[in-house]
């Protein structure tokens, strides 16, 4: 499946804010963002007002970098939401959070999303007692995700299970860090998502 390969530091320079892809480095005085807040290139320091069009294909950018997504697979959802009952753009936002490595990052079984899909590509993760290596994997309510038996005993886990108590679990999610556990207690609602994209501007995009 094809992948983003290039410095991520680039893309948080490019939409103007932390987006958080690097993890502790992000909080670190090494983050790009603190020593060269601009665009990144020759003219990444000028300032232009943006189009109408350009605000709303930089929430879209912004919300397909957050969640380590190419654009079709991106198009892809924005269709599958289009189909579902309710608002367009929360139904959007929906599919992304429920994506079995955004899960896991919110579990906090990783530091970062894209440390989240090399744990599931790497067969770490399980729902419902089977493996799955799927990062786009769409959880269900009650589901059962967990850190696969075999692989508590690595180093890298004991250290997440250990840090457990100063994590921050959104509502919608349960976790055990003792077992390194959770389940989906519920599908996220719009005010369950904490990510910054102003989805009605990717909605209005996909709409011309």
Known sequence: MARYKDAVCRLCRREGMKLYLKGDRCYSPKCAMDRRGYAPGQHGQLRRKPSEYGLQLREKQKARRIYGIMEKQFANYYEKAVSQKGVTGENLLRLLETRLD????????????????????????????????????????????????????????????????????????????????????YLPKREDIDVPIQEHLIVELYSK
């Open 102 to 185: 955004n899960v896991i990052y919110r579990m906090g079984f990783a530091a970062s999303r894209p440390q989240a899909r090399q744990l599931v590509r790497y067969g770490h993760v399980e729902v419902n007692g089977k493996r799955v290596t799927i990062p786009s994997y769409q959880v269900k309510e009650k589901d059962v995700v967990a850190i696969r038996e075999k692989s508590r005993n690595l180093d890298f886990f004991k250290e997440i299970a250990e840090q457990g108590a100063s994590k921050v679990v959104p509502a919608w999610l349960s976790v055990n860090f003792d077992t390194l556990t959770g389940e989906v207690l």
